[in-house]
Every structure is written in C-alpha cells, then in structure tokens.
C-alpha cells in the first residue's frame, strides 16, 4: 500500500542531500501517482512503454517521466514527444533510434548509459569498452538530439552489502573515468543513477544522486 508519511520522510531526506528521487510506479494505479503528485513529487519512473504512455495521457503533463527500463528500439517513437530522461540506453543502436524520433520531435532527449554491474546474467547493460567504442563513434558524434547526462546501473539483488557496495562503487569509478575522458566540459554529465528500495542508502554512500524507489513508497508489486 502507498504510505504517504513514508514518502515524506524519505523525500526530505533525499532532498536534503541533493539526491533526486524517481518515484517508481510501475504496475501502479493512477490515483496513487496522483497522492503523491500532490504531496509534490514530479519525477515518476516506469519501465514498460505502453503503461508509460497511457499514464502519462492521464496525468499533470508537468510530470517528468523516466524510462527506467530496458527499451526496444520499435517502441522509442511512443515516447520520443514527452519522456525527460532514458535511463537504460544499452546500445548505438538503440541511441541512433532516439536521436531520429527526437529529431522528429524537434527535441533533445536526455539519456543516461546503462551499464551492467551485476553479477548476475540477466541484467542489460553495457560494459566499459562497449561504452567507449559507442563514445567514439562517428555515429555518436554526429547526433544533436540526444544528450548523455550520465549513468545507470542496478546492482545485485543480493543480502551481500560488500557485494552491492563494490558494484556501485565499480559505477561511480566508470562515471568519472567517463566524465574524464568525454565529457569534461558538459556540466550536464553529472548523474548518476542507482540504489532502489533495498539498497539506496549504500548506493548514496557510494555516490549516487539519483535513485529509483518503488515498493519502499507504492506497497510491494
Ligand atoms: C522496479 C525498478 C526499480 C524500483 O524497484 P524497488 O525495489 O521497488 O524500489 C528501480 N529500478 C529499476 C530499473 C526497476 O525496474
């Protein structure tokens, strides 16, 4: 179940150390976005295209929306008008497509890198050389619609603390080698997107300003 008083708590001390807080709804209802909506929360996370898209038609259009999950290329023009942030941008490919429905929409989409931190198999994502060799690219360097603004990775989903640190610490060190090497002079750089409801404190520890939290705020899915 939502638990506004929890939202509030956790959001004033998010917002007292600078770290941003994408509320995720997934799978939610409508009504509850709208509770905390009026309680002042504007960024909302989804991971599904289709669920995205009809939320967003039904709520306040000052709504920031995230994509937060995994996003296949035939599904970027549904969003392309609206979305303020990709967070699992995971291949050229895939960035190409963005920079092409952006265009059509005569708007720069902001994107974060996902990289794939976990130990587990089953996570997407892209490892350091893949990201350096997109960076690199002609392609890459072509684009005027998309603008990188950071990372994203999700851990472990694990009991294991030290596990969990060590992998956003891995993220944080890819985010400055990336910001050395790339991206010195773009202010924008600046994100960096991990820790959900199990482990966004050590996430912050490790550097974080941007979480994803949603079964600590909506009630579990
Ligand atoms: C579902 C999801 C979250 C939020 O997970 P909670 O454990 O409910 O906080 C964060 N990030 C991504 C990519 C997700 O898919």
Redo the contacts with the bound molecule.
């Keep these: 179940m939502l638990n506004v008083n929890d939202f509030k708590k956790i959001s004033q001390s998010l917002s007292n150390r600078s770290v941003s807080l994408?509320a995720?709804s997934?799978t939610k209802p409508i009504i509850d976005i709208k509770i905390l909506y009026d309680e002042g929360q504007r960024i909302f996370?989804e991971?599904r295209v289709q669920e995205l898209v009809l939320k967003y038609q039904e709520l306040p259009k000052d709504i920031q929306w995230h994509l937060?999950?995994h996003l296949q290329s035939n599904k970027v023009k549904f969003i392309a008008p609206f979305i303020s942030l990709i967070?699992?941008v995971d291949s050229l490919s895939l960035l190409k497509e963005i920079e092409r429905q952006a265009q059509k929409n005569n708007r720069v989409i902001d994107c974060l890198l996902q990289f794939h931190i976990a130990s587990e198999e089953t996570k997407y994502g892209l490892d350091f050389s893949e990201a350096e060799e997109l960076l690199k690219s002609k392609e890459y360097a072509d684009m005027k619609y998309v603008r990188i603004v950071g990372v994203m990775g999700?851990a472990s989903f694990s009991e294991d603390e030290a596990l969990v640190r060590s992998e956003f610490k891995n993220l944080k060190n890819i985010f400055l080698e990336l910001k050395n090497n790339f991206f010195s002079q773009e202010d924008s750089f600046c994100n960096i997107s991990m820790g959900?409801?199990?482990d966004y404190e050590t996430a912050i520890e490790e550097g974080s300003n941007m979480v994803?939290?949603?079964?600590?705020l909506?009630g579990e899915?």
């Design positions: 994408v995720v997934k996370g991971n937060i999950g967070h699992s999700m959900m409801s199990g994803r939290i949603g079964s600590l909506f899915r």
